[in-house]
């Protein structure tokens, strides 16, 4: 047992540190400090960047043009780059569809595609979730039907998360109706300025515009566009979705997110001193200190053993569940400690201008926050479906 | 023993839960959210005339209720739809410090606020006092017969619809004194005040407001000089009570919504409702939604008590409320899933309300450590 990081990779803690000290913007991390949308543009900007850089596609094997950094060389990444309040890495395309294509899509749309996905050419949007399938997510409805060198999609997804800012979305369609659930899906790859599409945006209860809806009416999409075979839409789907639950533990943001909640406490008074020397205010951030920091071992745990080549399983799960359960928490804390100044609706912050926000302890939009992180235990899967997994996993066939 | 409610405030009950319900749906009461003054005049005035503001006074003061019962009645209904019209504001705390404190001059603004011609606001927290009453640090300094204001409030609600303001600031002693503080009725167009304003994440309007040398006559006092304190408690002890019931209402709206969708929501072939997992889940929020109209119940009913019995119970009520409120709150969308998340959806709203509560009056923690303390004393 050895809790330290060896020499490699405790010099490039110090290659990551030094490479965001000087290539990070400061107008960007200071939006992702205060909790600001990027936009599109701040988006693109920070990935071109990264690009640059060759630490764009860190998940990519080399042959792709990715870096090939192994779980625990993504874990610093990601734990600095938080640490920094560098934006987030948009994962629809670098790390869902990209996997997905390496492992089943054809040479030509891997020459295709993966080249688009590095130089930001192509930003893509994810439609698996429908209004009618959600955590049962195989009993999608949206039709794909052939018609000779083409598929006639029809549906409607949802929850698709940026897609005001796609160019293409890839799609789970039925193309079978009368076999099992799982063995009639496709997975397909649609252009989103095909006639027939329309996007609508879902406002959210911080306010927020970032999830949409996307209507398919006789969309017409070339037959090539199908990845892998017809009708093996499932086995490929599950295959992304253990590569969405990279970083899934979130223990960057949640450590970056106690920080917040600190200055924020340091600076807030109550009853004439700093909230932070509040017993009570006190132990709630200690107590949340002390589930991270045993998490964030957990997390190291898991990751040496990928690192060493074995596939994560029901770990990834039960990373998920008290991950988000920590992260909630911490944003429970800060808005808690913004005390009256929580009750603002920041919205001018969220949109980018925060001039009108009256907040003396310049704790940002943190009521905002722990609503739009609601979603966290939600999405991915809901935490109810990573407890049952856990529950078969470990029960044997428990219901 | 008797849990009923008198035929009167059952009758109050029913006819503003019609009111509400053909009035304020979730598309109108969206509508409202979005206006530029975040509240309705219609419905202000429809509300003034079915009585609503007026069972929040006493007969001597000019109305035909004021006691904790007919408080929690009107704010429970209103919490159930989700509304965002400033009685709490308006109505309890600044006109119900003009009918504790006013003479009979100032006493006329409370029936003008009850026929819906008034609307006032509270300012009396500051940027550094978060949840302190006593922690006042504007002053009010005597110019020969005039009174000068100085100082900044922070997040008054209402503060730009109102007609007038019920300031509070210190004629004496330190911050953190009971002693000192006075309270004035500052005209909303008054020379030196400054109201920003901003709309507020779970509805209607606040602002910060600035006294610049604010000048007012002598009879702008409320009360004695340097003797508003205990008013000041006793008034925010009904508006705490009275946000409890509201909160408690937005409670019951959460739990009927999160039953409704578990009997309908189709998951797996089955309504999801029929797993065990959320059917215990939904189990304990209805529990707890009966322990919080019990805490409700005991913060009425002791409202009228000596100070040590009144301020215990409300800070008990507050702090169960922040506890069960977080719990519904986050266990209704939690169990809804994404569709809890969407503005569109009642529940947003509805979550909102209950979260933001929190952060009024003192959250739950600071009514715990004060129910520590009020319980050795």
């Known amino acids: ?399 | 023993m008797n849990f009923d409610l008198t035929e009167e405030r059952q009758m109050l009950q029913d006819s503003l839960r019609r009111f509400l319900r053909d009035k304020y749906d979730t598309a109108t009461r969206n509508g409202i959210l979005e206006s530029d003054a975040g509240f309705s005049a219609e419905i202000w005035n429809g509300l003034a005339e079915l009585g609503v503001i007026g069972a929040l006074f006493t007969e001597e003061q000019g109305g035909f209720g004021g006691a904790g019962f007919d408080v929690t009645t009107v704010f429970e209904e209103l919490g159930r739809a989700g509304v965002v019209e400033p009685l709490l504001d308006s109505a309890v705390l600044a006109g119900g410090l003009i009918a504790d404190l006013g003479n009979e001059t100032q006493q006329e603004h409370v029936e003008a606020l009850i026929g819906g011609e008034l609307q006032l606001a509270f300012a009396h927290g500051e940027p550094g006092s978060r949840y302190d009453l006593n922690r006042v640090t504007s002053t009010a300094a005597q110019n020969g017969s005039d009174i000068v204001l100085n100082g900044r409030k922070a997040v008054v609600a209402n503060a730009e619809a109102a007609d007038m303001l019920v300031v509070s600031a210190r004629e004496s002693g330190e911050a953190g004194d009971e002693a000192g503080i006075s309270l004035f009725l500052v005209p909303a167009d008054a020379k030196g005040l400054t109201v920003t304003g901003y709309a507020l994440l779970a509805g209607g309007r606040a602002a910060e407001v600035t006294l610049d040398d604010v000048t007012l006559p002598e009879s702008a006092r409320l009360g004695a000089a340097g003797k508003a304190f205990d008013a000041i408690e006793a008034r925010t002890a009904v508006a705490t009570t009275a946000l409890c019931a509201e909160t408690l209402g937005a409670m019951e709206t959460a739990c009927t919504l999160t039953r409704e969708y578990l009997g309908t929501r189709k998951q797996f072939g089955r309504p999801i409702g029929s797993f065990q997992a959320l059917a215990h889940r939904m189990s304990d929020l209805l529990i707890d939604l009966e322990q919080a109209r019990s805490a409700v119940i005991n913060a009425a009913g002791h409202l009228a008590d000596d100070r040590a019995s009144r301020e215990r119970h409300v800070s008990a009520a507050k702090n169960l409320m922040g506890r069960v409120g977080r719990l519904v709150s986050e266990d209704s969308i939690q169990m809804h899933g994404g569709i809890a998340m969407t503005q569109e959806y009642e529940l947003a709203h509805i979550a909102k309300r209950i979260t933001i509560a929190d952060h009024r009056f003192g959250d739950t923690d600071h009514h715990l450590e004060r129910f520590i303390a009020l319980s050795a004393a």
């Open chain 1, 1 to 399: 047992m050895d809790l330290s990081y060896s020499d490699e990779e405790r010099a490039f803690r110090e290659d990551v540190r030094a490479f965001l000290a000087e290539k990070l913007p400061k107008d960007l991390s200071d939006k992702v400090k205060r909790g600001e949308e990027l936009g599109k543009e701040g988006h693109e900007r920070w990935h071109a960047i990264l690009n640059d850089q060759g630490w764009l596609a860190t998940n990519w094997p080399k042959e792709f043009g990715g870096a090939a950094w192994n779980a625990v060389q993504r874990h610093i990444f990601e734990e600095e780059a938080a640490a920094h309040h560098a934006p987030r890495i948009v994962p629809f395309g670098l790390s869902m569809l990209a996997p997905v294509l390496q492992k089943f899509g054809s040479k030509e749309q891997q020459d295709y595609w993966l080249p688009r996905i590095l130089s930001g050419e192509d930003w893509w949007c994810q439609g698996y979730s429908e209004p009618g399938a959600g955590s049962d997510l195989a009993s999608l409805k949206t039709t794909a039907v052939k018609d000779g060198d083409h598929y006639i999609v029809n549906g409607q997804k949802t929850w698709t998360t940026l897609g005001q800012h796609a160019n293409m979305i890839f799609c789970l369609v039925r193309t079978d109706k009368d076999v099992k659930q799982q063995e009639g899906i496709s997975f397909l790859l649609i252009d989103m300025d095909t006639p027939g599409i329309t996007v609508r945006p879902i406002i959210l209860l911080d306010g927020s515009a970032e999830v949409n809806e996307v209507f398919f009416d006789n969309v017409k999409v070339p037959a090539e566009n199908l990845v892998g075979e017809e009708n093996k839409g499932w086995t490929y789907a599950k295959y992304l979705l253990t590569h969405e639950r990279t970083n899934i533990a979130g223990v960057g943001f949640s450590q970056a997110g106690l920080s917040a909640v600190k200055r924020i406490a340091k600076s807030e008074m109550a009853g004439g001193r700093p909230l932070i020397e509040n017993p009570h205010f006190a132990a709630r951030v200690a107590q949340a200190e002390i589930d991270l920091m045993a998490m964030a071992t957990t997390n190291l745990r898991i990751i040496s053993k990928a690192a060493a080549g074995q596939a994560p399983g029901v770990e990834s799960s039960m990373l998920k569940v008290k991950g988000t359960i920590i992260r909630q928490e911490i944003n429970d804390l800060a808005r808690r400690a913004a005390g009256v100044y929580a009750m603002p609706f920041a919205s001018e912050a969220v949109a980018g201008s925060n001039d009108a926000l009256p907040d003396p302890n310049d704790a940002g939009p943190v009521a905002a926050q722990y609503f739009n992180n609601r979603k966290l235990s939600i999405f991915g899967g809901s935490n109810e479906i990573q407890r049952q997994i856990i529950a078969k996993t470990m029960l044997g066939g428990a219901k």
